[in-house]
């Protein structure tokens, strides 16, 4: 999971871009910032569960 990280923020940035109605970049970064600390918590939450 950690191995495609580079994709993983690609398509966080990818998705902020088109699912944000307004072309603020601060909305955009905000909200793929998300997505990715929900990813990497996961990754953490599972590395520290030992599944």
Do not use: C, E, H, N
């Not at 990497?40 to 030992?50: A, C, N, P, S, W």
Request: aromatic share 8%.
């Amino acid at each position: 999971m950690l191995s495609g990280w580079r994709f993983v923020v690609l398509g966080a940035v990818i998705l902020g871009a088109i699912l944000t109605p307004s072309t603020d970049p601060l909305t955009q970064s905000l909200l793929a910032g998300a997505v990715l600390g929900l990813y990497f918590g996961g990754i953490g939450v599972v590395k520290l569960t030992g599944r």
